[in-house]
Protein backbone atom coordinates (compact mmCIF):
# COMPACT_ATOMS: atom_id res chain seq x y z
CA UNK A 1 0.00 0.00 0.00
CA UNK A 2 1.19 3.45 -0.99
CA UNK A 3 0.22 7.21 -0.18
CA UNK A 4 -0.92 8.98 -3.10
CA UNK A 5 -1.68 12.57 -3.09
CA UNK A 6 -4.11 14.58 -5.90
CA UNK A 7 -4.08 18.25 -6.00
CA UNK A 8 -6.77 20.22 -7.67
CA UNK A 9 -6.11 23.11 -9.74
CA UNK A 10 -6.68 26.33 -7.92
CA UNK A 11 -10.50 27.48 -8.58
CA UNK A 12 -11.39 31.38 -7.66
CA UNK A 13 -14.33 32.61 -5.59
CA UNK A 14 -16.46 35.78 -5.52
CA UNK A 15 -16.41 35.69 -2.00
CA UNK A 16 -14.93 36.91 1.37
CA UNK A 17 -12.64 34.11 2.83
CA UNK A 18 -14.59 34.34 6.30
CA UNK A 19 -17.67 33.72 4.29
CA UNK A 20 -16.19 30.29 2.50
CA UNK A 21 -14.33 29.47 5.61
CA UNK A 22 -17.64 29.25 7.76
CA UNK A 23 -20.01 27.57 5.24
CA UNK A 24 -17.51 24.98 4.77
CA UNK A 25 -16.63 24.21 8.15
CA UNK A 26 -20.00 23.42 8.97
CA UNK A 27 -21.76 20.36 6.94
CA UNK A 28 -25.26 21.33 7.55
CA UNK A 29 -24.57 23.87 5.20
CA UNK A 30 -24.17 20.83 2.39
CA UNK A 31 -27.37 19.01 2.89
CA UNK A 32 -29.40 23.23 2.15
CA UNK A 33 -27.57 22.66 -0.72
CA UNK A 34 -27.16 18.79 -1.85
CA UNK A 35 -31.20 18.02 -2.69
CA UNK A 36 -32.58 14.65 -3.82
CA UNK A 37 -32.19 16.59 -7.33
CA UNK A 38 -28.71 17.56 -7.02
CA UNK A 39 -27.51 13.72 -5.84
CA UNK A 40 -29.72 12.65 -8.84
CA UNK A 41 -27.48 14.33 -11.25
CA UNK A 42 -24.32 13.84 -9.72
CA UNK A 43 -25.73 10.13 -9.98
CA UNK A 44 -26.45 10.76 -13.63
CA UNK A 45 -22.64 11.72 -14.37
CA UNK A 46 -21.34 8.71 -12.29
CA UNK A 47 -23.68 5.67 -12.97
CA UNK A 48 -21.15 3.68 -10.96
CA UNK A 49 -21.68 6.03 -7.75
CA UNK A 50 -25.31 6.35 -6.82
CA UNK A 51 -25.49 8.86 -3.62
CA UNK A 52 -28.53 8.65 -1.59
CA UNK A 53 -29.55 9.04 1.73
CA UNK A 54 -27.24 12.07 2.74
CA UNK A 55 -27.69 13.54 6.30
CA UNK A 56 -25.41 15.64 8.00
CA UNK A 57 -24.67 17.69 11.29
CA UNK A 58 -21.86 20.56 11.94
CA UNK A 59 -18.88 18.22 11.71
CA UNK A 60 -19.58 15.17 9.66
CA UNK A 61 -22.18 13.88 7.20
CA UNK A 62 -23.27 10.59 5.96
CA UNK A 63 -24.78 8.54 3.04
CA UNK A 64 -25.42 5.66 1.68
CA UNK A 65 -22.65 5.35 -1.71
CA UNK A 66 -24.26 2.84 -4.54
CA UNK A 67 -23.06 -0.68 -3.08
CA UNK A 68 -19.88 0.26 -0.99
CA UNK A 69 -23.10 0.87 1.62
CA UNK A 70 -23.09 3.71 4.39
CA UNK A 71 -19.53 6.52 4.21
CA UNK A 72 -19.01 8.74 6.35
CA UNK A 73 -17.28 12.31 6.09
CA UNK A 74 -16.32 14.03 9.38
CA UNK A 75 -14.48 17.51 9.47
CA UNK A 76 -11.25 15.92 11.67
CA UNK A 77 -9.37 19.82 12.25
CA UNK A 78 -9.94 23.57 11.41
CA UNK A 79 -7.66 26.28 10.96
CA UNK A 80 -10.03 29.27 10.86
CA UNK A 81 -9.50 30.79 7.79
CA UNK A 82 -7.59 28.91 6.15
CA UNK A 83 -7.94 24.78 5.88
CA UNK A 84 -10.58 22.59 6.57
CA UNK A 85 -9.59 19.00 6.66
CA UNK A 86 -11.73 16.18 6.02
CA UNK A 87 -11.19 12.16 6.67
CA UNK A 88 -13.68 9.32 5.00
CA UNK A 89 -15.15 6.37 6.49
CA UNK A 90 -17.61 3.88 6.88
CA UNK A 91 -18.31 2.20 3.37
CA UNK A 92 -15.62 3.91 1.27
CA UNK A 93 -13.61 1.54 0.27
CA UNK A 94 -10.14 3.70 0.65
CA UNK A 95 -8.52 5.29 3.31
CA UNK A 96 -8.66 8.90 2.35
CA UNK A 97 -7.96 12.29 3.85
CA UNK A 98 -8.67 15.99 1.91
CA UNK A 99 -7.95 19.46 2.84
CA UNK A 100 -10.04 22.75 1.53
CA UNK A 101 -7.33 25.04 1.47
CA UNK A 102 -8.36 29.03 1.57
CA UNK A 103 -5.89 31.59 0.26
CA UNK A 104 -7.05 35.70 0.05
CA UNK A 105 -6.38 37.14 -3.12
CA UNK A 106 -8.69 40.42 -2.13
CA UNK A 107 -11.77 41.11 0.40
CA UNK A 108 -13.68 39.17 -1.72
CA UNK A 109 -11.77 37.06 -3.77
CA UNK A 110 -10.41 33.95 -2.48
CA UNK A 111 -8.30 31.02 -3.92
CA UNK A 112 -9.06 27.37 -3.35
CA UNK A 113 -7.56 24.23 -3.42
CA UNK A 114 -8.36 20.92 -2.19
CA UNK A 115 -5.58 17.71 -1.70
CA UNK A 116 -6.93 14.49 -1.25
CA UNK A 117 -4.77 12.04 -0.13
CA UNK A 118 -5.50 8.24 0.07
CA UNK A 119 -3.61 5.18 0.36
CA UNK A 120 -4.39 2.22 -1.25
CA UNK A 121 -2.59 -0.68 -3.61
CA UNK A 122 -1.13 -0.35 -6.94
CA UNK A 123 -4.46 -2.05 -8.13
CA UNK A 124 -6.53 0.29 -6.63
CA UNK A 125 -4.59 2.70 -7.59
CA UNK A 126 -4.38 1.52 -11.25
CA UNK A 127 -8.61 1.45 -11.35
CA UNK A 128 -9.36 4.43 -10.01
CA UNK A 129 -6.40 6.62 -9.49
CA UNK A 130 -7.27 9.05 -12.97
CA UNK A 131 -11.04 9.36 -11.07
CA UNK A 132 -9.61 10.60 -8.65
CA UNK A 133 -7.48 12.88 -10.08
CA UNK A 134 -10.89 14.10 -12.28
CA UNK A 135 -13.05 13.63 -8.78
CA UNK A 136 -10.98 16.31 -6.99
CA UNK A 137 -11.08 18.73 -9.71
CA UNK A 138 -14.62 18.79 -10.46
CA UNK A 139 -15.17 18.94 -6.54
CA UNK A 140 -13.18 22.01 -6.14
CA UNK A 141 -15.21 23.08 -9.38
CA UNK A 142 -18.28 22.29 -7.42
CA UNK A 143 -17.26 23.95 -3.98
CA UNK A 144 -16.68 27.28 -6.09
CA UNK A 145 -19.71 27.45 -7.22
CA UNK A 146 -21.84 27.02 -4.28
CA UNK A 147 -24.33 30.11 -3.03
CA UNK A 148 -21.93 31.06 -0.14
CA UNK A 149 -24.52 33.30 2.56
Known amino acids: MGVTKYV ?18 NFENLSKYLTDDIL ?28 F ?19 GGGGIPIDLTFWIQLLPVETSLTKMRLTLQTEMGMMVKM ?3 NKLEQGINQLAETLARLPYK
Do not use: H, W
Open 40 to 67: AKLSEKVPQIKIENFESDSDSCRFTLGS
Open 69 to 87: GTSELRIIEREPFKTIKVE
Open 127 to 129: MVG
Open 8 to 25: SEIQLVDRNIEVIYQYLS
